[in-house]
């Protein structure tokens, strides 16, 4: 049977139980919120703030903050398992779909509710929703995943912007990429605009970020380098075949790549423009590169 909620407070405390099917939420309106719910602490609320905030704090609790309901709903439908709490606000509430709720409703977390007014207050992006989740930062085995037989992955040197680092990510589970590997200065992609950008995708996708492009070497995996048109780069069309493990450079957005990196790459290729345009946005970039070279055979 559904328990009667109300949804405004901040005492902290689980909501009164009272045997109905729908909870009286602000202004009165009557809304099915499912399982119990429990009102938002004043430590969650800071906890919310400094894992939106502070890439330390994400590191140091395993977790990030998913934003907007339909990232959230498709992490606790795949992958219930990662979610850590969700909180919401009568906002979400009044709309909730009975799917939705279906979906909540199986989840063996904590469950939390605010007014709208604090939600708003917590919530990274300009419209809020009303739900977010706390997740956990998923673990990949990297020397696994780079000792496959077959390995695709995107690598990123220096990029700063979050947007730039989330469409990447999102470009590289769509693909079915192995991976994307980012150097120690670019973009948190735990970082809540990343997160946004990725839509969601930063749960399934191995990413990987701090590691040196010496680690590809080592599991001999070759690196091909995209450039903007200079001399001596290859057209990306006149690639015909690539090796079973290669893994994909793209560079900061004003500086392109590194130096040292464009000396590890066996290959530099660059995507030919045309209308007096002289360079592409790296995410588009890195999304052609890997959209036509996944496409390729594979020799040894």
């Not at 609790?61 to 907007?68: C, S």
């Not at 780079?146 to 979050?162: E, K, N, S, T």
Request: glycine share 8%; hydrophobic share 40%; proline share 6%.
């Amino acid at each position: 049977m559904r328990q009667k909620q109300r949804l405004s407070g901040d005492g902290g405390k689980s909501f009164p139980v009272r045997g109905a099917k729908e909870a009286t939420g602000i202004g009165g309106v009557q809304v099915d919120v499912g399982p119990p719910l429990q009102t938002l602490t004043q430590r969650q609320r800071a906890l919310i703030r400094l894992l939106l905030r502070d890439k330390n704090t994400r590191i140091e609790e395993g977790a990030f903050v998913l934003e907007g309901a339909k990232s959230c709903l498709d992490v606790i439908r795949r992958h219930p398992q990662a979610i850590i709490s969700l909180t919401m606000a009568p906002r979400y509430l009044q709309t909730e779909s009975d799917e939705g709720r279906q979906a909540r409703s199986a989840l063996a977390v904590r469950q939390y509710t605010c007014s709208d007014a604090v939600f708003d207050q917590l919530s990274d992006v300009e419209a809020p929703q009303g739900l977010l989740a706390v997740v956990r930062q998923p673990q990949w085995d990297e020397s696994r995943l780079l000792g496959q037989a077959r390995v695709l992955g995107i690598y990123g040197d220096r990029l700063r912007d979050p947007a730039n680092v989330g469409a990447i990510i999102r470009t590289a589970a769509a693909l079915n990429l192995t991976g994307v590997w980012l150097s120690p200065d670019s973009a948190d992609p735990s970082g809540p605009k990343v997160v946004r950008a990725a839509a969601g995708t930063v749960v399934t996708l191995p990413i990987f970020r701090g590691s040196d492009a010496g680690v590809f070497e080592k599991h001999r995996c070759v690196m091909y380098s995209a450039l903007a048109p200079s001399p001596g780069a290859v057209l990306l069309r006149n690639i015909q075949s690539i090796p079973h493990r290669l893994m994909i450079a793209v560079g900061n957005e004003g500086e392109g790549l590194a130096e040292h990196i464009v000396k590890r790459s066996a290959v530099r290729f660059t995507i030919p423009l045309a209308r007096e345009v002289d360079s592409l946005n790296v995410a588009a970039t890195a999304a052609i590169s890997a959209f036509y070279l996944s496409a390729l055979p594979t020799v040894s």
